[in-house]
């Protein structure tokens, strides 16, 4: 005989809710945690999305997350680098998820929220060294 969990009143078969305090007893379907299986993982929805961590940090973030292939952004080809890190932003998340194992969707996603916040703020500071230091730089060499 199943036991209501959370009144623990020993409950017959076949009932949806606990006669007697009306929790439900369904039991939660709860997708099976696939990660760190490679190309059979099955990826979360809620997981996906864009990784400031994997765009902003690239290979540096691929260590911890065990996307190796994050390191092609060294590949010396112009504007490759770039696009690399864009596609890294875009599929990061998913690469992270089949390659390494995680105890949770909810541990991933704290784990990648750190990153992102990492990568806002590497992300930012780039912009702010393009557009501000190296004019501010180069613009006296023009002058003077
Ligand atoms: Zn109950």
Redesign the pocket.
């Known amino acids: 005989m199943p036991f209501?969990?959370?009144?623990?009143?020993e409950?017959g078969e076949g009932f949806v809710f606990?006669?007697?305090?009306?929790?439900s007893l369904k039991v939660e379907v709860t997708p099976e945690n696939t990660s760190g299986q490679g190309d059979s993982a099955i990826v979360p929805e809620e997981i996906k999305g864009w990784s400031w961590g994997a765009f902003a940090l690239t290979w540096i973030w691929g260590i911890f997350n065990k996307v190796w292939i994050a390191f092609l952004v060294f590949i010396p080809v112009p504007i490759f680098g770039l696009v690399w890190a864009i596609i890294l932003g875009v599929k990061g998340n998913e690469w992270a998820w089949r390659n390494k194992k995680w105890d949770s969707i909810e541990q991933f996603k704290d784990t990648q929220r750190s990153w992102n916040i990492a990568g806002i703020v590497v992300f930012a500071i780039s912009v702010v060294a393009l557009v501000v230091i190296i004019p501010a730089i180069l613009i006296p060499l023009f002058l003077f």
């Open positions: 209501c969990p959370k009144c623990g009143e409950v606990c006669p007697k305090c009306g929790q």
